[in-house]
């Protein structure tokens, strides 16, 4: 008897959960990729480093001031407000990735996000972005148009607050965490190596600062 209760209860939260509309944290179920501790890394904080080398594929990428960085003085916003996306990559191609960055979401009435590309090569890639706007956190495959691969339900980072977002790719398989939470574990493996980046969708204007890749090179 107690365990058919106990299997009810099980249940009943289940349904709770479901109805909703949270999704849990796959962090209890998915083991956390690593790469070799030996990967060569880079950061750019956007104070000692500016955006030299970097290429602007879509958008109105500058270093600015801004008060309350988190780090140093000074850091990267996008402010293009007509485009579908808006793309900024780094020179160095890698295949097996770990990028954190973090960004504040400052406008957008159409969209407020902010995204890690990756993989970026002849303008293919996938990204990984979080929205003020949505109660989502996706991740998406970009080659001639945009395709969802994978999404998890969660709280939308707040306009005016900076946010951080982590990636890790290990061969096909790609995880996600914002604000420290693992909510994306998925398998694709149309791309195998490309540049990093930075990303931001149609009128929003969004702050990044303190990028930092390690990474396996090509």
Not at 47 to 65: C, F, L, R, Y
Not at 150 to 157: D, E, G, I, K, L
């Amino acid at each position: 008897m107690m365990a058919r209760r106990q299997w009810l209860k099980t249940v009943l939260a289940g349904v709770g959960a479901f109805a909703s509309g949270a999704e849990p944290s796959v962090g209890a179920a998915a083991t956390e990729l690593k790469l070799p501790d030996a990967v060569p890394t880079q950061t750019f904080d956007f104070d000692s480093k500016g955006i030299e080398g970097w290429m602007t594929v879509a958008g109105q990428w500058s270093v600015e001031e801004m008060a309350g960085a988190p780090s140093g003085s000074k850091v990267l916003v996008q402010r293009a407000i007509k485009n579908d996306f808006n793309v900024i990559v780094a020179p160095t191609v890698y295949s097996d990735v770990d990028v954190t960055m973090k960004f504040k979401p400052i406008s957008g009435r159409e969209d407020a996000s902010g995204g890690i590309v990756f993989r970026f090569t002849e303008g293919k890639y996938y990204v990984v972005r979080a929205n003020a706007l949505e109660k989502n956190f996706r991740l998406y495959s970009y080659d001639r148009g945009r395709r969802q691969l994978a999404s998890a339900n969660v709280q939308p980072p707040r306009l005016g607050q900076w946010h951080t977002v982590r990636i890790v790719a290990v061969s096909d398989q790609i995880q996600g965490w914002l604000n420290g939470n693992l909510y994306l574990d998925h398998r694709d493996a149309r791309f195998k190596s490309g540049q990093v980046g930075l990303w931001t969708k149609a009128d929003s204007i969004t702050a990044f600062d303190d990028v930092t890749i390690r990474g396996v090179t090509k």
